[in-house]
């Protein structure tokens, strides 16, 4: 093949990170892409800090992401994404056909949803839909999620989550998944006490009282998997 036409392949190429905690699911989902002409993937994160910190490396043009990541949720890795890489558009690869998780990835900005259950067709439509800039939703999802996105305005009730800085975002995914603040400090790269800062911030803005309760914010938020 001559320099030029590599060239031109290589241009043509859509790049693809993929981010997801189980490396069997991750592997499934490489080989489905990578069968398709034209597609390669070119990375993979098994954490959601993990997947922030490759599209950043790699400028990925789709970042194909599970919505319940662990260390920073899905939803949160797509909103720092938006901002971080506005130019990777992301598709979220979920289980929750809930509307509530659909609107909430849309409004962070992805680019589409897509069902785990769904046809090795749709994840590549959706891909390609994405990287082409367009929305894509998996169909039991698309007339419904759009109308809710389309309603829900500024008439909606102020979501206190919104009120919380990144770090303490990070910090509630962290501290509800059990970790103690000296390692998330390891962990986040600052020290215990700051994180005790940002915990004791972060449940007064969302009015918790205890770990009970923030356990139960974040399954019900779908910041933790539900059992």
Do not use: C
């Not at 598709?91 to 090795?120: C, F, I, P, W």
């Not at 000296?182 to 969302?206: C, D, Y």
């Amino acid at each position: 093949m001559s320099s030029h036409s590599e060239a031109t392949n290589k241009a043509n190429e859509l790049t693809v990170v993929l981010a997801d905690d189980h490396a069997v699911v991750r592997q499934g989902i490489r080989a489905m892409l990578e069968a398709e002409p034209h597609i390669r993937v070119i990375g993979e994160a098994g954490t959601g800090r993990e997947a922030v910190r490759l599209v950043e490396q790699l400028h990925p043009v789709v970042l194909v992401l599970d919505l319940m990541m662990p260390e920073l949720g899905g939803l949160e890795v797509v909103r720092q994404l938006r901002k971080r890489a506005p130019k990777t558009r992301v598709v979220v690869l979920s289980m929750h056909r809930d509307e509530s998780y659909v609107v909430q990835a849309l409004k962070n900005g992805a680019a589409g949803y897509v069902l785990k259950d769904s046809t090795a067709d749709e994840l590549v439509k959706a891909v390609r839909e994405a990287a082409a800039d367009r929305r894509y939703l998996s169909p039991p999802l698309s007339d419904a999620a759009i109308e809710a996105y389309v309603k829900g305005g500024d008439d909606a009730a102020p979501d206190l989550y919104s009120s919380l800085s990144s770090r303490e975002r990070e910090v509630l995914q962290l501290a509800a998944e059990g970790h103690t603040n000296a390692e998330i400090g390891k962990r986040l790269f600052i020290s215990p006490r700051t994180v005790e800062i940002h915990r004791a911030n972060m449940m007064a803005k969302l009015g918790l009282h205890d770990r009970t309760e923030l356990i139960r914010y974040a399954l019900k938020r779908g910041i933790l998997p539900p059992d």
